[in-house]
């Protein structure tokens, strides 16, 4: 069997993946929820800073090939993390904040 790693498009609850999310660039990364830093996605389930459980990764650093090694740790080690395009999760938190605003 040959695997490719593809992008799946689903709908998503943004503030639940805003609530459980690490932004990173390569292993170590942010927490999305209350910003603390140095947190490395393979270690840490919650997070050191606010206690919130981790269920989505954001990479921003957008080549194939670093995406690729974090899919690949991510089943190997078998992280339990969605794999999540930050840019689409910024366009869709940008647009909810929004939406906010208008709601006021
Ligand atoms: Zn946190």
Redesign the pocket.
């Known amino acids: 069997m040959e695997t490719k790693n593809i992008r799946v498009w689903q709908k998503v609850d943004i503030s639940h993946i805003k609530d459980h999310l690490i932004i990173t660039e390569d292993v170590i990364g942010m927490?999305g929820?209350?910003r603390?830093l140095n947190i490395n996605y393979k270690n840490h389930k919650t997070?050191p800073?606010?206690g919130?459980t981790f269920e989505y990764v954001a990479v921003k650093n957008d080549s194939p090939g670093d995406i690729g090694r974090i899919l690949d740790a991510i089943r190997g080690e078998k992280i339990s993390l969605t794999l999540i395009d930050y840019r689409d999760y910024e366009k869709a938190s940008a647009r909810d904040q929004l939406s906010g605003l208008f709601k006021k």
């Open positions: 927490c929820k209350c603390q997070c800073g606010c919130t």
